[in-house]
């Protein structure tokens, strides 16, 4: 998704402590981010991989819509039997509008199955479960593994878990002043071969020794 009204976000900065000021003003840093994006397709395309663009607009007033791994995620047959499209419930309003029914459509198009947990958003007591924002996926093993804080509650990364058959890997991460880190993938990547994670955001000795098994 074009980063298009990309800007910072008031509604998640309330607990992501990692956002900092910057001197530029909101038309630069549009500016910035689409000409890195622009770069990325470029790249993407020159090594063979099928690109497809979406654009908000920005009276859509969606200034993270270049993070759809957030509220959406695609899963291969290869990977759960048949290939699937999952819905995440967001906790702000801002990333809910991402959510677009023209996007959703075009998703479920190509893909078999569909998984929602939107559903949390509206619940008497809402709750949120942020895509792999929050949930950082070893596909190979299946096991999930997730930060613990406002946009990654339990009783639906276990519900995730159970109903596309992944191992989850709970712990709770913390800043260097104590507060919750909002998204499990700002400290930790799992990839093919590599694996990055910041242990020492995991002051649980039982927890980190979990994540390093």
């Known amino acids: ?96 509008n991402e959510r677009r029914q023209h ?11 569909e998984i929602s947990f939107t559903m949390w958003e509206t619940s008497d007591f809402p709750h949120f479960l942020e895509g792999t924002g929050v949930l ?7 096991i999930a593994y997730a930060a613990l804080s406002q946009r990654c509650y339990e009783k639906i990364a276990r519900a995730w878990a159970l109903k596309l058959r992944y191992r989850l890997c709970l712990f709770r991460g913390l800043d260097i002043q104590g507060r919750p880190i909002y998204h499990t993938n700002v400290m930790m990547s799992v990839g093919t071969s590599l694996a990055v994670v910041c242990l020492e955001a995991i002051v649980d000795p039982a927890e980190s020794a979990a994540v390093r098994a």
């Open 136 to 142: 950082v996926l070893d596909r190979r093993n299946k």
């Open 1 to 96: 998704v074009a980063p298009v009204g990309f800007v910072t976000n008031a509604e998640t900065a309330a607990d992501n402590f990692f956002m900092k000021a910057t001197p530029l003003t909101p038309t630069q840093v549009e500016a910035l981010a689409l000409a890195e994006f622009s770069q990325m397709h470029v790249q993407l395309t020159r090594a063979g991989v099928d690109v497809i663009i979406f654009t908000a607009e920005k009276f859509h007033n969606t200034p993270d819509a270049v993070f759809p791994n957030n509220w959406f995620t695609t899963h291969p047959a290869a990977e759960l039997g048949e290939a699937t499209v999952v819905y995440y419930p967001m906790k702000t309003v801002s990333r809910r």
């Open 103 to 113: 996007i959703q459509a075009q998703l479920n198009s190509v893909y078999d199955r």
